[in-house]
Nanobody, 123 residues
Framework: QVQVVESGGGLVQPGGSLRLSCAAS????????MGWYYQAPGKQRELVAT??????TALSDSVKGRFTISRDNANTVYLQMNNLKPEDTAVYYC??????????????????WGQGTQVTVSS
């Protein structure tokens, strides 16, 4: 079945950098898009960046010029975060839109989230 696993969060000082990774594994046949969302305490989950199978990217205005999303050929997506600010502090969730075999044992196009990774920007 399809699984999404994130890594790379942590504590960093303002102006610092972090790189998040997200790997889609299991019975994944076609990836349509992957991306990152974040959720700060008391707020709704918001889009950070997405990348399609064709390599088209989209970034939130709040991170343009600081964050970069990329993907390798092995179903892994990366979020390079530079010049981090305290307002970037949140739990970051990886998002997957893919055709695969899901928990039901059936093959179809579905979406899934990773477990989330904490990013804290503080001095």
């Amino acid at each position: 079945q399809v699984q999404v696993v994130e890594s790379g969060g942590g504590l960093v000082q303002p102006g610092g950098s972090l790189r998040l990774s997200c790997a889609a594994s299991g019975s994944v046949f076609i990836i349509y898009a992957m991306g990152w969302y974040y959720q700060a305490p008391g707020k709704q989950r918001e889009l950070v960046a997405t990348i399609t199978s064709g390599g088209k990217t989209a970034l939130s205005d709040s991170v343009k010029g600081r964050f970069t999303i990329s993907r390798d050929n092995a179903n892994t997506v990366y979020l390079q975060m530079n010049n981090l600010k305290p307002e970037d502090t949140a739990v970051y969730y990886c998002y997957l839109d893919a055709e695969g075999i899901w928990d039901s044992g059936s093959r179809y196009r579905g979406q899934s989230w990773g477990q989330g990774t904490q990013v804290t920007v503080s001095s």
